[in-house]
């Protein structure tokens, strides 16, 4: 495949950090409906997709590693590394007093507290960017179904930095974000990275994607909505199964 469909994909994912808040606006009257076809959309990709995707990489792997201890166990736990560190980072921003019910606009984090946090996602974003390549690789389809659900993902993404840092997350660090997927998209171009690190890369991202949906979606107290996010899973489950 051609470098155009990565090109074309890197700034629509750049895109959705620095516009997202406007697709999905907290002054809408159903914004939870959105955010909640999003994470539902999110979570059909990672269970129909990545997971069977991350047990043919497994194979690789531990054909690779050969009789090295727990090597059953090692992407799998890349995975859990993944939704570890993302969920560590944004307990780091709730403990803080980030996290609490007034408004993205009266959320505003300390600056270390906010730096590490836009820096841990950021790393995020270029491995998002880096594999890009790896699924262009796979073909148009696997492409742009890696593509529209990274835009889904990055919607919920975004959502949560907006409310936990309002204008701190507006003014800079959606910038820091965006610039971080098409850096990844760059380092892949530059210095292409072996299938058993980008397997490694791609389950570190899908336990990203079962954290960052679960965690706005599931908790009682963020208003979610079964319904709707049941929707989501089902519309993009069916696409990943057309496709």
Known sequence: MSAAGPLL??????????????????????????????????????????????????????????????????????????FVLLYGLDEMVRRAGSGEAGGADEAETSSPIFSIHIAGYALYGVIIGDALVSRAAQGVAALWVYAVAMVFHLLVVTSALTREHGSQYRR????????????GLALAALAPLSEIFMARLFALVAGGVLMTSANEELPRDKGGRFGWFATGACAYGALLYLT
């Not at 890197?10 to 409906?33: I, S």
């Not at 800079?172 to 098409?182: C, D, E, H, M, T």
């Open 9 to 82: 994909a890197a700034p629509l994912l750049a895109a959705t950090y620095l516009f997202g808040d406007r697709l999905v606006p907290r002054e809408q009257k159903h914004p939870r409906r959105w955010l909640s076809i999003a994470a539902g959309a999110s979570m059909a990709y990672v269970f129909l997709d990545v997971l069977p995707e991350l047990a043919a990489h497994h194979q690789t792997l531990l054909a690779h590693l050969g009789e090295v201890p727990a090597a059953e166990h090692r992407l799998y736990t890349l995975a859990l590394a993944g």
């Open 172 to 183: 800079r660090g959606r910038w820091v974000l965006a610039a971080s997927v098409v850096a």
